[in-house]
């Protein structure tokens, strides 16, 4: 956790409240958090998903990992010290989302249990929804796939740190939803988000 800087600063809590906001949008706020390999379908999930949601009346808004990295985390490279910070800034701009009753549909690679633990843990003392969401992948499918063609960068030494290659990825235990992209088509993989969704009454449709 990033240690807190500014001394003299206090929350100000205002009249309007996050059930006030989810009763304007007519469904709650949450974090859904895809993880997963490079190439796995992460992204591909979460913009297939949004359309869905935008077309049932659900607002949602997707956090992406490189969109991010070209602005507020333009700074950050791929170090395990730039991860954490990288995914605990996502996690705290997915709560704000939250907290606004929309849906974040946050896809990072995210590798480290530890920096998800995290992001879930901010959620959780804040009593907001956070879902895991596993988009589990091979190697040999996610490289064989390399929309952006990283693997081959990363086999070539062109790419360091490069998550699968010369980076590990700690795949979550107990995941919300565990996906196998490799095994299922993509509306399949949208309906069992849905379905957990429904459960939970995030979304009442």
């Known amino acids: 956790m990033a240690d807190q800087k500014a001394t003299n600063v206090h929350w100000h809590e205002g009249d309007i409240t996050r059930a006030h906001r989810a009763g304007l949008l007519g469904h709650k706020g949450a974090t859904l958090w895809f993880t997963g390999l ?13 359309g869905m949601l935008n077309e049932m009346g659900v607002l949602s808004y997707r956090l992406d990992g490189d969109n991010v990295r070209l602005g507020i985390n333009r700074n950050l490279g791929f170090s395990a010290e730039d991860r954490t910070e990288n995914i605990r800034r ?24 530890a920096d998800r633990d995290q992001v ?17 992948c091979s190697l040999e499918a996610a490289e064989s796939r390399d929309p952006k063609g990283l693997y081959k960068k990363a086999r ?4 360091k740190n490069f998550t699968g290659i010369d980076d590990p990825y700690e795949a979550p235990a107990q995941a919300e939803i565990h ?7 993509l509306a399949e993989e949208v309906e069992i988000i849905l379905a957990v969704l429904r459960e939970r009454g995030i979304i009442k449709a």
């Open 120 to 136: 879930r843990a901010l959620h959780e003392a804040a009593g907001m929804d956070f879902i895991e969401i596993f988009v589990d």
């Open 90 to 113: 996502i996690g705290e701009i997915a709560k704000l989302f939250v907290d606004t009753g929309v849906i974040a549909l946050s896809s990072f690679i995210s590798p480290y249990k």
């Open 38 to 50: 490079s190439g796995s379908g992460k992204s591909t999930v979460a913009v297939e998903l949004e």
């Open 179 to 185: 996906l196998h992209s490799d095994q299922q088509t």
């Open 156 to 159: 070539a030494g062109e790419i």
